[in-house]
Nanobody, 116 residues
């Protein structure tokens, strides 16, 4: 499984960004997809996940501001990030876990910087 992430960039506090992650296989081969992030000097942390059955899960920091969704036709996943804060600045990584074997795959990171 290959994952191609896109959509990072520089945004002012309070602004919005949309991250996308395209998978090389049908989403029906995947048990769960998600976004994680890692800021300098910190551990990688969960941001949001979505299951094959479209159940979503968010970190406390992301709840109410971020929305994760699946695009069935494109085998892709998106993360809409609104009301961004400087502390959201990090490298964001797309992740997928396959059905059956539960193998774990990571996309390349995409930088999100929230700064005035």
């Amino acid at each position: 499984v290959q994952l191609q992430a896109s959509g990072g960039g520089l945004v002012h506090p309070g602004g919005s960004l949309r991250l996308s992650c395209a998978a090389s296989v049908s989403r029906f081969s995947i048990a769960e997809m998600g976004w994680y992030r890692q800021a300098p000097g910190k551990q990688r942390e969960l941001v949001a996940t979505i299951t094959r059955g479209l159940t979503t899960r968010y970190s406390d920091s992301a709840k109410g501001r971020f929305t994760i969704s699946m695009n069935n036709a494109k085998n892709s996943m998106s993360l809409q990030m609104d009301s961004l804060r400087p502390e959201d600045s990090a490298v964001y990584y797309c992740h997928a876990q396959t059905l059956g074997t539960r193998d774990s795959y990571w996309g390349q990171g995409t930088q999100v910087t929230v700064s005035s």
